[in-house]
């Protein structure tokens, strides 16, 4: 489980194709600390950390990932927001993310407001259920509050310190970010979906 509070930048030093995967080796400040089998949660895509030497590791993303998520853009030299899974006894800064890309968004605007930097992404209309103005929304890894919600945008603003600590401040229009919707609104959904099938048997019956 991650928070959605970026601790590192990641440099994509080399990308290796092997059958449908793509293979990651990614240079970071966090290399050292971290430990093979760990899971750390790349630009919101919880990735396994399968070898490490010097500062870099060495992550990979299945098929299955590359086609839900936009690490099959990714490039070398493209930095990535990274965070390691949350300690069970540590503050919750965030909101719950689980590092399970939900689909992805285009950034359609970008405005440098006084004080923050404004972005407003376009999302398929089959999530629209699942965000609500105020609510959280995880936006490539970071923990973000949506407004200005409708069925198929929203809009977050970003602080000057997350957007110089995030890749956000290479973020531009066109650009297609990873998205992760609140796990809680994801259960009611569900529950919702249940009860209204049920129902409907009841009917009939």
């Known amino acids: 489980m991650f928070t959605g509070i970026i601790e590192a930048l990641g440099e994509i030093k080399e990308i290796s194709i092997y059958q449908s995967n793509r293979i990651f080796f990614i240079k970071c400040e966090l290399a050292s600390e971290l430990k093979i089998d760990e899971s750390v949660c790349h630009n919101g895509v919880c990735l396994t950390v399968e070898n490490i030497e010097n500062e870099v590791y060495r992550t990979t993303a299945i098929d299955e990932t ?52 404004e972005f407003t992404f376009e999302f398929d209309t089959k999530f629209a259920a699942l965000l609500i103005e105020k609510g959280s929304i995880c936006v490539n890894g970071v923990s973000l509050t949506a407004f200005n919600v409708s069925d198929n945008h929203f809009t977050v603003a970003i602080i000057p310190h997350t957007f110089a600590h995030t890749n956000f401040h290479s973020l531009q229009e066109n650009d297609r970010v990873n998205l992760e919707f609140d796990i809680l609104g994801k259960y009611v959904q569900r529950m919702l979906n249940f009860t209204s099938k049920e129902n409907l048997v009841e009917k009939k019956i």
């Open 66 to 117: 590359l086609k839900k998520t936009n690490a099959s853009k990714w490039k070398e030299g493209d930095l990535i927001n990274l965070e390691r899974a949350v300690k069970i006894n540590d503050r919750l800064d965030g909101h719950i993310v689980q590092g399970h890309v939900d689909g992805t968004a285009i950034c359609i605007h970008k405005n440098n407001k006084e004080g923050s930097i």
